[in-house]
């Protein structure tokens, strides 16, 4: 089953699930559990029913919770010397990105690769260029404790940390409840459940697509022609209705990083050892997805399997014209470099997709497909980019149209 197909199927279950609740209401009265309500205005483009869906059962969507989780999200005390939050490489001025090549943490350390914006990330079906964590949730725990990142000693360092600040310890009591509600698992779920509030939607090719012919121009129209023909762009950075996020959420190598410098055989077989040697646990990953050179191996980091070296989710394109620079390792500034990168075949290798060819653009094709990718800027995150609109949590982030009000059955976990 692919990506759409999954999708379409869990559609269908939550359009079941939502009639058998509807039916098992009909008979009892509302009393100790009323719904409460979660608010969030879906930008247009973006599936309000799909929102809905990714939403996992063991972590609703409340305003409580939404708001401690932006407040952590900024919050610098998560690091271990209090001066890198989310929000230093994820920051709404660059569309939650840094703009920087490669992301830098406690005591400006490098790590290996570029911030990807957390616009959307909630509908990622893997997180990280080379997919190593599946949730938002799991997705947390690493930056914590990365050396380069925000380098806390341990989870139970964090832990010990947001509990000795007494306005969190009283507000995680009145999410979570229970009698230790201060836990590395509930941080998590806070800051997701946050992140499942930055949506991506409402650009100018969004309007198009709604029926607006005016909402882009003519360049940026002849520039999806060529996105979805010529070019071939559309192979991997797919789009439909259900799954708007110009991505097919697979890994491939289009050559980035592929230096014949490298050895890539070496770095391969050290992973290989450390596998059968059990020594790849999840902390060991990530440090050497954030390390120069094994970083650049990608998704075989992952799956260990030979033809994967090389190979990295493909992004979504949403907001790209505020998320340079670009690809894994930052290493094009410009949308026009990457146009050119893939006009001239990409980066030859011995793992290099099929699907990357010389594609002879001309002079104007570039620059219609240029402008094409521009159109995928939502207005509100150009806004929250300008320092127009300041970020609030719940109802407020978002986008104005339509509004949709969503049920969250339970308001503690
Ligand atoms: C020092 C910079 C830095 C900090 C701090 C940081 N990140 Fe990231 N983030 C990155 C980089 C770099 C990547 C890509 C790493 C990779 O793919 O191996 C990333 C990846 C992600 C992704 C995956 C997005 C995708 O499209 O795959 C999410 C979600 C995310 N970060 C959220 C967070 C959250 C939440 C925090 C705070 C708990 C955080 N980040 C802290 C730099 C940072
Ligand atoms: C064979 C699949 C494939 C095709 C075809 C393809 N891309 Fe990509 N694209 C990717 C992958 C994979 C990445 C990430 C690569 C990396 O960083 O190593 C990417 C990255 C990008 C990025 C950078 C995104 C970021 O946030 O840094 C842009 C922009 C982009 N592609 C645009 C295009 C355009 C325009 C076309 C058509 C000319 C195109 N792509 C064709 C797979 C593809």
Redo the contacts with the bound molecule.
């Keep these: 089953m692919n990506g759409g197909d999954m999708r379409r199927a869990k559609l269908l279950a939550l359009g079941l699930i939502i009639v058998g609740f509807g039916l098992g209401l009909g008979g009892t009265r509302a009393t100790s559990s009323v719904p409460q309500k979660f608010q969030i205005r879906i930008p247009l483009g973006i599936p309000a029913d799909l929102w809905e869906m990714m939403i996992p059962a063991d972590n609703p969507m409340t305003e409580a919770k939404v708001a401690l989780g932006r407040d952590l999200y900024f919050d610098k005390r998560l690091s271990v010397d209090n001066t890198v939050s989310c929000a230093t490489c994820h920051d709404p001025r660059f569309a939650f990105t840094d703009g920087k090549p490669v992301s830098e943490g406690v005591g400006g350390k490098k790590g290996a690769r570029?911030a990807?914006t957390v616009l959307n990330a909630m509908f990622n079906e893997e997180q990280f260029?080379d997919g190593r964590v599946k949730t938002l949730e799991e997705q947390v725990l690493q930056p914590l404790i990365n050396p380069v990142e925000m380098a806390m000693p341990s989870h139970e360092a964090v832990v010990a940390k947001v509990r000795g600040i007494p306005e969190y310890a009283q507000r995680f009591r009145e999410v979570f409840g229970g009698p230790n509600p201060v836990t590395i698992e509930n941080i998590a779920k806070a800051i997701a459940a946050f992140e499942r509030t930055l949506l991506s939607g409402d650009s100018p090719f969004d309007h198009f697509m709604a029926g607006d012919p005016k909402a882009i121009s003519e360049a940026a129209k002849r520039g999806w022609e060529l996105?979805k023909g010529k070019?071939?762009?559309i192979?991997?950075?797919e789009f439909n209705p259900s799954s708007p996020f110009f991505t097919n959420f697979k890994?491939?190598n289009?050559g980035?990083?592929m230096k014949a410098t490298r050895n890539f055989e070496a770095l391969a077989r050290q992973i290989q050892q450390m596998a059968q040697e059990n020594r790849l646990t999840k902390e060991a990953l990530d440090r050497l997805a954030l390390t120069e050179g094994f970083s650049e191996l990608?998704r075989f980091l992952v799956t260990r399997q030979p033809k994967d070296v090389g190979a990295?989710?493909?992004?979504p394109?949403r907001d790209?014209e505020l998320?340079a620079p670009?690809?894994?390792?930052g290493s094009l500034k410009t949308?026009r470099e990457?146009?050119d990168f893939?006009d001239k075949g990409g980066e030859p290798n011995p793992n290099l997709?099929g699907?990357?060819v010389k594609?002879n653009l001309t002079e104007q094709e570039k620059a219609d497909?240029e402008e094409f990718?521009k159109s995928l800027t939502s207005d509100w995150v150009r806004r929250v980019a300008r320092g127009e609109i300041k970020l609030a949590a719940g109802p407020t982030s978002g986008n104005p149209t339509p509004t949709v009000a969503r049920d969250s059955r339970s308001s503690r976990r």
């Design positions: 570029n990807p260029w996105f070019a071939r762009c192979t991997c950075h890994y491939h289009i980035i990083g990608g990295f989710k493909t992004s394109l790209i998320t670009y690809m894994h390792d949308l990457v146009i893939y997709d699907g990357i594609l497909l990718l």
